[in-house]
Nanobody, 125 residues
Framework: QLQLVESGGGLVQPGGSLRLSCTAP????????VAWFRQAPGKEREGVSC???????SYSEPVKGRFTISRGIAGNTVYLQMNSLKPEDTAVYYC???????????????????WGQGTQVTVSS
């Protein structure tokens, strides 16, 4: 069973930055499409960003221009760099992956095979 571990969440002031990491211990993610989702209290889970095996990326409108998804050089980590954070970015952030070695595309629909436990991001002064 593939396990995902997210890290990097925390409390940050508005306008600040955080970098989230998603790793699969003992496994490289090069052949997996990877996405980040978030869920705020009382709201449905929403897609934030995704990256394909060929490093094509997509972003939701609320985060476009502020967040950047990327793959680490070693291939076993995917990052979500979050800049200019706003209180409305407060949520639990989840990493999700699915085996997809041939597609140059990714999706922010929640039809991913494996999910992490989530990391809390709180943006507050």
């Amino acid at each position: 069973q593939l396990q995902l571990v997210e890290s990097g969440g925390g409390l940050v002031q508005p306008g600040g930055s955080l970098r989230l990491s998603c790793t699969a211990p003992g496994l490289t993610l090069d052949s997996y499409a990877v996405a980040w989702f978030r869920q705020a209290p009382g709201k449905e889970r929403e897609g934030v960003s995704c990256i394909s095996v060929s490093r094509g990326t997509s972003y939701s409108e609320p985060v476009k221009g502020r967040f950047t998804i990327s793959r680490g050089i070693a291939g076993n980590t995917v990052y979500l760099q979050m800049n200019s954070l706003k209180p409305e970015d407060t949520a639990v952030y989840y990493c999700a992956v699915t085996w997809n070695p041939r597609s140059p595309f990714c999706t922010m629909q929640p039809n991913y095979s494996y999910w992490g436990q989530g990391t809390q991001v709180t943006v507050s002064s």
